[in-house]
């Protein structure tokens, strides 16, 4: 139980152009959702935090209107990073957490990986 | 505010041998503790966690963590390392009630045949 899907879990785009990765709990309803950043050999850097139906809460220093996060069901949530440019390329790991899914508890995606050329 | 301090970046281990994996942390109130493991190119997998109930935790993959608030640690252990343990730990902590999680800067496991 408890697990969580990202899709696509790799995406190379040009310059400019706009990516939506998709986060889904298969297994439960995730009322909080959490979009990371993970730089290599780094530890997670928590982007923004998402509840179902109200607005994302992001974390000091990104930039909003450029990472887009929808959290519009219980099931999915998903992160636009528009205009994308050679800088924003990184792992992009989500994550939920639910009632039934365990107090507290985060359950991870596989993540994405971004290059922008 | 919390924080979590992972002792040791890199840690090497005979296969066999026992696994340690030190974290301490830092929080004003009692806190919602959880390792997690991640594979090259993969999200996080939970082992285990301690939220207030038995201090001593076990987890999957034959791993264990025990909760010791007067030395504020929470070390990962496994008395036997397997070759299939290597790989990146995470120690992060949560407020009671949870919130969002502080992560530490993460153990690299490598496990020496």
């Known amino acids: 139980g408890a697990v969580v899907s990202q899709h696509p879990s790799w995406v190379i785009c040009k310059s400019g152009t706009s990516v939506k990765i998709e986060c889904r709990s298969l297994?439960?309803?995730?009322?909080?959702m959490f979009w990371y950043r993970q730089f290599p050999k780094q530890s997670l850097m928590l982007m923004a935090t998402?509840?179902?139906?109200?607005?994302?809460?992001?974390e000091q220093g990104v930039e909003k209107d450029k990472f887009l996060i929808n959290h519009a069901s219980l099931t999915l949530s998903t992160l636009t990073v528009t205009s994308a440019h050679p800088e924003d390329s990184s792992f992009y790991i989500c994550?939920?957490?639910?009632?039934?899914?365990?107090?507290?508890?985060?359950?991870f995606g596989p993540g994405t990986r971004l290059l922008v050329l | 505010a919390q924080s979590v301090t992972q002792l040791g970046s890199h840690v090497s281990v005979s296969e066999g041998a026992l696994v340690l994996l030190r974290c301490n942390y830092s929080s004003s109130v009692p806190p919602y503790l959880f390792w997690y493991v991640q594979y090259p190119n993969q999200g996080l997998q939970l082992l285990l966690k301690?939220?207030?109930?038995?201090?001593l935790v076990k987890g999957i993959n034959g791993f264990e963590a025990e909760f010791k608030k007067s030395e504020t640690s929470f070390h990962l252990t496994k008395p036997s390392a397997h070759m299939s343990d290597a790989a990146e730990y995470f120690c992060a902590v949560s407020d009671n009630p949870p919130d969002k999680l502080i992560f530490g800067t993460g153990t690299r496991l490598q496990v020496f045949p």
């Open positions: 998402s509840n179902e139906g109200s607005k994302a809460t992001y």
């Open positions: 297994d439960f309803q995730a009322t909080t």
């Open positions: 301690y939220t207030s109930a038995a201090t």
């Open positions: 994550s939920a957490r639910g009632g039934l899914a365990g107090v507290g508890t985060q359950y």
